[in-house]
Each structure stands twice: as C-alpha cells, then as structure tokens.
Nanobody
Framework: QVQLVESGGGLVQPGGSLALSCAAS?????????MGWYRQAPGNQRELVAT???????SYAYSVRGRSTISRDDAKKTVHLQVNDLKPEDSAVYYC?????????????WGRGTQVTVSS
C-alpha cells in the first residue's frame, strides 16, 4: 500500500513564497517514475503545476515557470516544490502526485491535498 503525506501550505501574503513537501511510503515501492504537484481552485479543473521524472526531466506550468523550483530525493522518496512571488491566482488546493512501480503493477497515487491561500 502506498501512502503520501503532504506538508506545507497555508495562508501566504502576495509576493511571498510557499514550500510544499510530499513523502511517499510503502514497502512494495520498487521505484517512483514521475513525482509532482497539481492544483485545483474552486470551479476549475485540476491542473499541473510541476513534475520531475526519475531521469530528472522537469516540467512547469506556464503560470509558475520562472518562479518555481521542484526537486526530488529518491532515497527519501520525497518531492519538494517552492513557489515564489505568489499571486492570488495561485490560491488552490495543491495535490502531490506520484507514479510508482510495484512488484506486479504500476500505479498513480494522489495525496489528500493541502490548501494554499494567497491573500493580504
């Protein structure tokens, strides 16, 4: 069984920064292909924020490119996201997303989400 534990988020002032972390656990995890973060604002579809593959390929949404950094630690099975110069439109529930390889299958898992509110 794969579990994801997210941390970070909360209320941040415009222009501030946020740091999110997600740790994956599970005795059967052989490796994790892609790790990343998505977000969903009220009334909107869930959208990609940033992802990083096992090979180190990184993708950012256009809306956060240039002010975000995603990184992963495969030994700890963690992924981290920092977003700077926050704007009110960055407010959303942020979800951790992992693509894991298990002994007999490959699965996508989502975290429960952490609320980020950008407001003065």
């Amino acid at each position: 069984q794969v579990q994801l534990v997210e941390s970070g988020g909360g209320l941040v002032q415009p222009g501030g920064s946020l740091a999110l972390s997600c740790a994956a656990s599970g005795n059967e995890i052989l490796l994790i292909e892609t790790m990343g973060w998505y977000r969903q604002a009220p009334g909107n579809q869930r959208e990609l924020v940033a992802t990083v593959t096992r090979g180190g390929t990184i993708s950012y949404a256009y809306s956060v490119r240039g002010r975000s950094t995603i990184s992963r630690d495969d030994a700890k099975k963690t992924v981290h996201l920092q977003v700077n110069d926050l704007k009110p439109e960055d407010s959303a529930v942020y979800y951790c997303h992992v693509d894991v390889v298990l002994p007999h299958t490959r699965e996508i898992h989502w975290g429960r989400g952490t609320q980020v509110t950008v407001s003065s």
